[in-house]
């Protein structure tokens, strides 16, 4: 054996030595640590990088650089000490191979300390709604009413101002909005969208909630519907009301979501005698109580939910306009944010479609999406997205055409459960065909089933998607939830084709310490930018902070992986010229 090949085998042997033998104890020990402080739950992680190996492997720890010296010098010495040349050279190459992992490491430990502080700094301010916080408004009294703006399977929304807000004619009666029905295509008809005008007079939407069977005792009805509570302010609920218990679907008390940018904050809820309001003998007449409709099945009281007023929801936004290509991916990026807020918080919406998606307009003009109706959500505070589906009555959700495969092909029997941790980042996926311009594949208009469906079958996307941007739609659909990036990984792809596509060209020559760089870089540049005013305000400001709070360096480094393969499965597709 040549000495050169001895040497390369040595470097081999410690490589794989050190790897098999203290990594990979280490990555268990890592790995249950980060499981101990999900299930703790602490309020804050240390920005210092944690050490990775277990207390037997202090050597090791402590000092690896110390390590590969030793062993180098022992070879060294073993040159005056007798002993083949080959057994010197594997020996010394050994300690080589130990001390070349050692700049590896220690990248890695400066990129996690990075990516901590960063975290801890942007953590520290909390997302503020725009709209101010209401210090009225428990009783429908209090406001002034106005047209119907929406309507669902259970609920109808009504465009609202406090009675103070809206200016009065001179008989005392509000202004009067007027709102244009428009005929779609082939005469469908086209839901009204609210003038600048309806916005200015009536900035709050009220949504009448439908009571059939819940009786009319506010306790009931808070019971029956608690899962539309979650989006909802601290200061929701009147004082008196704050203590209800409220036991949900499946008797235990439903998750509250804090605060985010793309997801719907309800700021009242009460229960109030259901009124006649304009167009509910038309629209809903079997929903009212009898003193209103002789016919009609509901119950006198229902529940009551005051938000902000938006002017589309995103189906009627995309039927209008035609949103840039910039703007598309960006829209996608916040479903997936807003997917990424409610799993961390143990939510699953389960109802994801584009007329539960809300959107206004940022200073840019640029669309800024809501997550809305979370009537059919899993939020139940000891499921954790699991949900036991041991009888075919159990409820998996509403939308049965955007349900991800591993929801709609479960079998019900002993001891199933139902993981629903990636469930809506599939929606996002089948979603984000409308958002591109085409029609949804599991839709009637091209007729794929989420049982049955097979990836190949997926439709091509338009020119006009990015490449990247198609691979992570077509990660989103996979069939396998094992094979699925989360939300969050997802999130992570979009961001860094977004805004570091100078990174990723580099990635094949550059390590993480370059990505650390870039990040210290990114988060100069927010910062620079202002966390408030209107600059701070605008749609891709919130994105990049959002981004930067929830930096994980392995969740970033799988989003890179995946990005990286995919170019160069792409470019290997490409036939040379």
């Known amino acids: 054996m040549s000495v050169k090949h001895a040497i390369s085998r040595g470097l081999e042997l410690g490589r794989s030595i050190f790897q098999l033998g203290v990594l990979k104890a280490g990555s268990r020990v890592a790995a249950k640590l980060r499981a101990d402080r999900v299930r703790a739950g602490p309020a804050f992680r240390t920005a ?57 490491i220690e990248d890695d430990r400066l990129s996690l300390a990075t990516c901590n502080e960063i975290k801890a700094v942007f953590r520290k301010k909390k997302f503020q709604s725009p709209l101010k916080p209401l210090a009225y408004g428990y009783k429908l009294e209090d406001y002034i009413v106005g047209n119907q703006i929406g309507k669902g399977s259970n609920a109808a929304v009504y465009e609202a101002a406090p009675q103070f807000f809206c200016s009065k004619k001179s008989d005392g009666e509000p202004a009067a909005v007027q709102i244009r029905d428009s005929e779609g295509e082939e005469g469908n008809r086209v839901m009204p969208s609210l003038s600048c005008c309806s916005l200015r007079n009536f900035p709050l939407a009220i949504k009448m909630l439908w009571n059939f069977g819940a009786g009319s005792s506010n306790e009931a009805i808070f019971r029956s519907m608690s899962h539309e509570l979650v989006p909802t302010d601290p200061l929701a609920l009147a004082p008196a009301k704050q203590q209800l218990t409220l036991d949900g679907n499946f008797g235990v008390v ?33 929903v009212l109580p009898a003193r209103l409709n002789p016919s009609g099945l509901g119950n006198n009281r229902t529940l009551f939910l005051v938000m902000k007023n938006y002017p589309f929801s995103l189906r009627q936004y995309l039927q209008v306009c035609t949103p840039s290509r910039k703007q598309r991916s960006v829209m996608v990026l916040q479903l997936l944010e807003g997917v990424d807020h409610l799993c961390k918080q143990g939510v699953a919406h389960r109802d994801l479609k584009s007329d539960n998606v809300l959107l206004e307009f940022d200073s840019d003009g640029c669309p800024r999406l809501v997550i809305t109706d979370f009537g059919c959500c899993l939020a139940e505070s000891e499921q954790s997205l699991q949900l036991p589906f041991n009888s075919q009555w159990v409820d998996r959700g509403g939308n049965a055409s955007l349900m991800a495969p591993e929801v709609a092909s479960a079998v019900p029997g002993r001891r199933v459960v139902i993981d629903y941790s990636k469930a809506d980042a599939w929606a996002v996926g089948a979603i984000s065909y409308e958002i591109f311009g085409e029609p949804n594949p599991f839709y009637h208009a091209v007729g794929l089933h989420s049982i049955s469906y097979q990836e190949k079958q997926l439709p091509i996307l338009h020119s006009s998607a990015p490449a990247d941007v198609q691979l992570v739609i077509r990660l989103l659909l996979r069939r396998s939830p094992t094979k699925r990036p989360s939300a969050r990984v997802a999130a992570n792809m979009l961001h860094l084709t977004l805004w570091g596509q100078r990174i990723l060209d580099k990635q094949g020559n550059a390590g993480m310490r370059k990505l650390a760089e870039w990040l210290l870089c990114q988060s100069a540049v927010v910062l620079l930018k202002g966390c408030s005013g209107p600059a701070g305000n605008r749609v891709e400001a919130e994105l990049q902070r959002n981004f930067l709070r929830n930096l994980e360096l392995e969740e970033l480094r799988t989003a890179m992986g995946f990005l990286i393969y995919g170019r160069n499965q792409h470019t290997a597709r490409i036939p040379s010229a």
């Open 48 to 104: 210092q990088p944690q050490a990775f190996l277990p207390l037997r492997y202090r050597y090791y720890r402590t000092s690896l650089r110390g390590l590969a010296a030793q062993l180098q010098w022992a070879g060294f010495v073993r040159r005056f000490a007798g002993g083949s040349p080959r057994n010197r050279a594997v020996f010394l190459a050994f300690g080589l191979g130990v001390g070349l992992i050692e700049k590896q």
């Open 254 to 286: 439903p998750r509250r979501v804090s605060a985010h940018p793309n997801v719907i904050r309800v700021y009242r809820a009460f229960t109030a005698d259901v009124p006649l309001l304009p167009g509910a003998q038309d629209e809903y007449p079997d």
